[in-house]
């Protein structure tokens, strides 16, 4: 009977491990990844300050703390109620660095669904409730990575350059999807958040916050743009990361931090020039100079790593 | 425990192939075999392009031949509103034939009632058209082009954005579809797409050719075509007084064109002198791209075929009649236009007398093709 169980066991991991696209991974890895009750990867997770981001119901409680019972300045960073419409955004370029400073690029594998030629889409978005995006989820960047403590995680936030300019209509998954396409500058999103108030005194304002390279150009099919606007997220936490039993966090109110949605809606769709007075208020939040589209002076409040 | 694992593992190999429902965008695999044998299968009727005089043949994207069952296909998904989220607008909502494909609106309204920045471009010869749109240096095909109305939400204009399954779903759903697509794609085994569906589009788009004006007859020989008024206007609009010529040329009286012949593609875009409160957030023209100050304004040339339909005038549907549109010009520009350093350089003020205005108005007013606007083969089949 054992026997039988344990064949089932390899037969099924075996069908897992083969992954539907014909992409192996280390049978060792699945194991343990099948103990911990995932899926061998770096995990995310997203939050509105210290609230889940979910697509169902109000998200409240992200708020600082007032000691008043009445609010009377109400803005993003503060306690309105929100709505969230969408929030997802494509990763790539991992890299871990550990204790000796040895740096390994992980390998992310094709898997016909999330993740084509080492760029994965995170989406926090259901479709369901005050969400209009796809119904399905993933929190996870599939890829072997090893049970120990590393010094910094670094990934870039977008798409490379080499991929960015592709025809989207007939680009593998998840490169296909027409809410991540931006097909005005032939390219991609590389970051949508968007959500709502609904606070009485504010109900329906907007925030929504587009991020992807502007400026581009184009001659004889091949692209050029002044501002690639790619954020390289480096995180370093005080006592290490551990992807078994650490994940990342992203917190959409800190990307909105400087947004004030209480007297009418902010929108930020990385047009360059066009946009620059919304924009460059938020892009630093990501670490990012709006006016160049590279790193700016200021560090990356967005990302963080907490226990999963 | 071992049940438990036996049962996750299940669940997990479900949850690992459950695909995110995007992959009927894979053309058929037929294809790859035609191209390793170096040929290519033929994809239905071809279509003739009955052209008028003086009309070169125009430049077809490699890898979509223009097909009479793809033109058919075409028609009916530009008239369908099953291309808006809501079923409220279709392409033919915002491009009218009786206006020359435009819509008479300042600014056009998307299928949620939000307002377009730009004025309803109009589609005379389009598939001359070296780039689509009032301002956008790399959309360079209709097929491309159609996306942006469909899924672009900013603004909203058809809402398709995320409903890719919704609309192949109406599609596929539509037994009338279901043989369309089939004859227009012969050689997908899944001839329902986004790919061709903008194919499809652009293919009955190109079909819009527009050369049997008054103008054209007169070209022709039938000198009786123009009258003595749109004759003195046709000379002044060719002569060195007004110089409209410049930017807006040749049989398409545009300055940007692309046929068979081209080989240089000179892709150009204008400030013609308007009121620099025209060229704020989100109207910068070039600039958008570019976000050089020099190309604050600028932006394409349209073609002036079947102009006098397609009122009001300029990017953001400000000048109401042709009369203003060539007050604008004789005055050099509107405004501080006038002195805007990146105003072209046939933007400056000249002198015409009022009867030379409505001359020139005439001559405008004998580039409007009411075969264009009335033929059958580009009507509403609903």
């Not at chain 1, 097909?183 to 587009?210: C, K, P």
């Not at chain 2, 192939?17 to 390793?36: P, R, V």
């Not at chain 2, 892709?267 to 600039?287: E, K």
Request: proline residues 5%; contains cysteine.
């Amino acid at each position: 009977m054992k026997l039988l169980y344990k064949s089932a066991i390899i037969a099924l991991l075996t069908a897992y491990i083969a992954n539907c696209d014909g992409q192996s991974a280390n049978p060792n890895l699945a194991l343990l990844a099948l103990a911990t009750g995932n899926p061998s990867g770096i995990q995310f997770s997203a939050v509105v300050g210290d609230s889940h981001a979910t697509c169902e119901g109000d998200i409240s409680g992200h708020g600082d703390s007032h000691s008043s019972s009445v609010v009377t300045i109400q803005h993003v960073a503060g306690v309105m109620p929100i709505k969230l419409k969408d929030l997802r955004f494509y990763v790539s370029g991992f890299e871990l660095v550990d204790q000796d400073d040895n740096v390994t690029t992980l390998d992310i594998p094709n898997t016909g669904v999330w993740q084509y030629s080492g760029v994965t889409l995170l989406d926090f978005e259901n479709g369901k409730g005050s969400c209009s995006g796809t119904a399905e989820t993933n929190n996870l960047v599939q890829t072997s990575v090893e049970n120990k403590t590393y010094k910094t995680l670094r990934f870039t936030l977008g798409i490379p350059e080499s991929l960015n300019h592709i025809d989207y209509s007939v680009a593998p998954s998840p490169l296909n999807i027409s809410g991540l396409a931006w097909g005005w500058t032939m390219g991609y999103r590389f970051f949508v958040g968007e959500f709502i108030s609904n606070d009485a005194a504010t109900l329906g304002n907007a925030a929504v916050l587009h991020i992807g390279s502007a400026g581009c150009t184009e001659s004889s099919g091949v692209y050029t743009c002044t501002n690639s606007n790619r954020t390289v997220i480096e995180l370093t936490p005080t006592g290490g990361f551990n992807p078994f039993t650490q994940k990342v966090q992203f917190d959409l109110k800190k990307a909105v931090t400087g947004w004030d949605i209480s007297a009418g809606s902010k929108s930020c769709h990385s047009m360059g020039a066009m946009d620059s007075a919304n924009c460059s208020l938020v892009y630093p939040n990501f670490g990012l100079d709006y006016s160049t589209g590279n790193a700016g002076s200021t560090a990356q409040t967005v990302f963080g790593i907490v226990s999963k | 425990m071992n049940r438990l694992i036996t049962f996750s593992l299940f669940l997990l190999l479900l949850f690992q192939c459950t695909q995110l429902g995007l992959e009927k965008e894979k053309s058929s695999g037929s294809e790859g075999i035609l191209l390793l044998l170096g040929t290519s299968a033929p994809e239905g009727t071809p279509y003739t392009w009955d052209l008028p005089p003086g009309f070169p043949a125009p430049r077809i994207p490699s890898d979509n031949p223009v097909t009479v069952e793809k033109v058919e296909l075409g028609r009916f998904l530009f008239y369908d509103t099953k291309l808006s989220e809501n079923e409220t607008q279709s392409c033919g909502s915002c491009h009218k034939q009786e206006d020359a494909f435009t819509d008479g609106l300042t600014v056009s309204v998307g299928s949620t009632g939000q307002s377009h920045p730009r004025n309803a471009q109009h589609l005379s010869n389009v598939a001359y058209n070296l780039r689509q749109t009032w301002a956008n240096p790399v959309l360079k095909k209709l097929e491309d082009q159609a996306r942006v109305p469909m899924f672009g939400d900013n603004p909203v204009e058809l809402g398709m954005k995320d409903r890719e399954d919704l609309l192949l779903d109406r599609l596929t759903n539509d037994p009338d579809y279901v043989s369309k697509f089939k004859a227009a794609f012969p050689n997908d085994q899944n001839p329902f797409s986004i790919l061709n569906i903008t194919k499809a589009l652009s293919s009955f788009q190109r079909t819009f050719i527009s050369g049997n004006s008054a103008y054209d007859r007169y070209q022709a020989g039938d000198f009786s075509a123009l009258s003595a008024s749109a004759i003195r206007g046709k000379n002044l609009f060719f002569g060195e007084k007004a110089e409209c010529f410049h930017c807006h040329g040749g049989f398409n009286f545009t300055d940007t064109i692309l046929h068979v012949g081209t080989v240089f593609e000179e892709v150009t875009f204008h400030n013609n002198g308007l009121d620099s409160s025209r060229f704020v957030s989100p109207n910068g023209g070039l600039y958008e791209f570019t976000t050089k100050e020099s190309d604050r304004g600028k932006f394409r040339a349209p073609s002036l075929r079947n102009v006098e339909l397609t009122a009001p005038y300029m990017h953001d549907g400000s000048i109401p009649d042709l009369l203003s549109v060539v007050n604008h010009y004789v005055n050099g520009g509107t405004g501080d236009g006038t002195t805007n350093p990146n105003r072209d350089v046939f933007v400056r003020s000249f002198s015409l007398s009022e009867s030379e205005k409505q001359d020139l108005v005439e001559f405008l007013k004998s580039l409007t093709d009411t075969e264009f606007t009335t033929n059958p083969k580009f009507q509403d089949p609903f």
